[in-house]
Each structure stands twice: as C-alpha cells, then as structure tokens.
C-alpha cells in the first residue's frame, strides 16, 4: 500500500467529528457519496498457530503528523485527496494549510517535483511541463495542455496569452488587453477589472506578493506615445480595484514589453539612463521606488534581460558569440554582482539567442532557453546538455513557476488570500 493509502486508511480509523482547519482537531469524516468506493482499512490478524485470530486495528495516526504528511504531497495528489472526506476536503482548501504546503515546496524542493514551465506560443496553446521530468532523462516527460482563463470568452483566439508575472503559483495572464490572475495548478482564475488604458496608450505590467498585508498586487505603467505622459497604478486582490500612486521619479519608462521581476519583496525593471543604465524597483509594501546600480560590465553588448535567478536579481548580457550571466548575491550591494557563468554560443544554438536562465544546479549547472532548445551548460568544463523535450518549443515562451494551492478566491477562508509565510514546521 502507498504513502497515500496509508494515510487515508489510519485517518478514517478515527472517530467522525465535526471538520476544521485547524490539524490538533483535525477529524476526518466520510462523505456519504463517496462510501460505495471506500475500501475498509486492512486488519492485522494474529499468526498461524495462535490460539484464536483477532483483527487487531491499526494504530492512530496523529493529527499533526497527518498535516505534515499531506502537506508534502503534490497538487495533484492533493486534489485527489480532497474527495476522501469532508474534514480532509476543508483541510486542503484552508489557508494555513496552503501556506506550509507553498513553503515547504519553495524550501526543499531540491528535485524540482513542485516546479513546473508554463509553455506559451503564438498560437493560442499552453502548455504545462515538469520541470523534473525534463531533467531527468529516466523520467516521462509530464506536459499536459491547459484551457488558459478567458479563451471560451472570445478574449483568447490567435493572439494567445501573454504572461506577466509568476509568484507563489499564481500567474498574472493578458489576453486582449484583459488581465486576470490564475492558478495553473487547481485551474481557478480571476477576472481583474479594466485599468482604464486611455486611447492610444501602452502599458508595462508587474505581479507579485505584498507581505506586510498579506495581499497580491499588480502593477501598471501606463504611458502615451512621447513616453513622457504616464502614470503608475496599482491593483491589489483584497480590494479588486485600481488607484493610482506616486509617480515615476526616473526620466525613462522601463523597457517596453517587459515586465517586472519580483525579488526581495519588490518589482524590478531594468530602465534607460546613466552609461549602461539602471535597475529600478517598487518596494510593494511601502509603494516606494528605488535604484539598483548593474554590475560593471564590458560595453558591446546586443540585448539584456533581467530575471529572477533562485531568488535572486540575475542580468544575461548577449554579446553574439556568448552570454554573461550575472547574479546579485546580496540584494542591494553592487559589489556582490558575480558572473555566474559565460556561455558560449555553439552551431545548435546559432542565431538563437539566450533569453533567460532558469536554475543552476549542485554541480554548477545552468538551464537556459534558446527559443527554440532547453540548454544545459557546466561552465567547468564547457560541456552542453540538451534535455529533451515532446513539444516543440520554437518560438514559444517559457514561465518557470511553483505548483501551490493558493486561491484567487477572496470569498475562501473569510475573503483572505493565501501567502507563503509559515515559520517553525515541524520536521517528520
């Protein structure tokens, strides 16, 4: 018997009581509909030999221990798990439960089980692919299709989805000039109401978390065609509304068709000015701006990209016949800019340019992104791995993000919305 058979056959050994969130009370209770499927837990009977055989039960499982068990299963696995019983179903959907669920996944995921690449393309698909069955070449690779939000509604069509922001699972989406928030891995989506683009105008969008309220925000920069007429505005979950906030303090807008990176609590976009320009951030707690100095790197440079690195600000500069990849170490400190690795451009690559790198691995590894391949580098001996993918992946996009629970729901768990913080899990 599995790991989640177990757990189902010494919880429902329990006595029903009524359901909660809360693990120390935590009482599963078999749904009616759900009883012709149910199999009774296994007995333990005495050997042969013994005077008379007597089923003796299985022991109980503590609450607590079946919280952290759980809590260290997949979505997909727990979605299953929510037709088990009602306590269980109320469980899973709680918030504290989501909350270690994410934080869990985010800390030690060393095998990336919980990682997943959104696939975007030009022609109106998306797709899903573990980001672990890519990398391990013994593995079937998992890649399923998704019916993205606002496609049935005539806002999707050829023009397709474009994504704005990855955080804690969520996936801020555009179609048609439409946002919403989406939560790849449950399928649940939400529809943000208009930011009120005037005519003419362009916008540069940012999604990430805001901790201090424990809410998720959307940012907008909205500017004409001088590029000089334009306002910041803010969208925040809790209240599902725009307002507008402080002004940009820079003389250039951030690159257009670009959205900002979440690091460190804040949004970054690399913007124009100074010899080799700037990194500006939006801290979302205090909606304040700031400025980040890029490494000192050399000039002839065709393209940068700023990403999010594990966790960290990451620059990759194309210089043609290589890419230099750059990490912040320590958020805010010029001097901990480090080249992480110089890759190489080779003859499966050529004309291809880097776009973005996704991970490093323990031995020093990058993953990165052609347009067109998944590229494995080892900068130590100059060695490329080329993962192997069912799809083509030419002139698509790809997101990395965290499969979570979390809810774009305001009307779950008294309208509050899922973080990601929960400090002191106990260890199993």
């Excluded at 018997?1 to 010494?10: A, E, S, T, Y």
């Amino acid at each position: 018997m599995g790991l989640i058979g177990r757990i189902c056959c010494f919880s429902l050994m329990r006595s029903p009581s009524k359901s909660t969130n809360h693990p120390e009370d935590f009482q599963p209770e078999i749904i009616g509909a759900d009883e012709e499927d149910f199999q009774p837990p296994p007995e333990i009977t005495m050997g042969a030999g013994e005077e008379e055989s007597q089923p003796v039960p299985l022991p109980n499982l503590p609450p607590e221990i079946t919280f952290e068990i759980l809590s260290r299963l997949t979505v997909k696995s727990l979605l299953r798990l929510r037709c088990v019983c009602k306590s269980w179903r109320s469980l899973i959907s709680g918030r504290e439960f989501a909350k270690t669920h994410l934080s869990l996944a985010s800390s030690i995921d060393t095998d990336y089980a919980h990682h997943r690449l959104l696939i975007t393309s030009p022609f109106a698909v998306v797709m899903s692919c573990s980001l672990y069955s890519i990398l391990d070449e013994h593995s079937d690779t998992d890649v399923v299709e998704l019916d993205y939000p606002l496609y049935g509604d005539g806002c999707g069509g050829h023009l397709g989805v474009r994504v704005l922001g990855c955080c804690d699972g969520l996936v801020c989406v555009e179609t048609k000039s439409t946002l919403c928030l989406w939560n790849p891995s449950t399928r649940k989506s939400k529809r943000l109401p208009s930011v009120n683009l005037p005519h003419g105008h362009g916008v540069v969008y940012g999604f990430g978390y805001d901790s201090s309220i424990d809410d998720y925000k959307v940012v907008g920069f909205l500017y004409g065609h001088s590029g000089i007429d334009f306002e910041v505005k803010v969208y925040t979950l809790r209240t599902d509304s725009w307002r507008r906030i402080g002004d940009f303090p820079y003389g250039d807008l951030p690159y257009r068709h670009s959205s900002g990176v979440f690091v460190n609590a804040a949004l970054h976009w690399n913007v124009g000015g100074e010899p080799n320009g700037i990194i500006v951030s939006l801290d979302l707690a205090k909606e304040t701006y700031g400025e980040i100095l890029k490494p000192e790197y050399r000039d002839g440079r065709l393209y940068e990209t700023l990403c999010d690195f594990n966790g960290c600000l990451c620059e990759l500069y194309d210089y043609r016949i290589c890419a230099h990849v750059w990490v912040m170490k320590e958020y805010g400190i010029r001097d901990s800019w480090t080249k992480l690795a110089v890759v190489p451009y080779v003859t499966r690559v050529s004309n291809l340019q880097y776009t973005m790198p996704f991970s490093i691995f323990k031995n020093g590894e990058v993953l990165l992104y052609t347009r067109k391949h998944l590229v494995r580098y080892n900068p130590k001996d100059g060695t490329f791995i080329y993962p192997t993918c069912p799809i083509d992946l030419a002139s698509s996009i790809l997101h990395p993000y965290i499969e979570s629970l979390v809810s774009v729901d305001m009307d779950a768990d008294k309208g509050v919305p899922c973080a990601p913080i929960l400090k002191g899990i106990k260890e199993l």
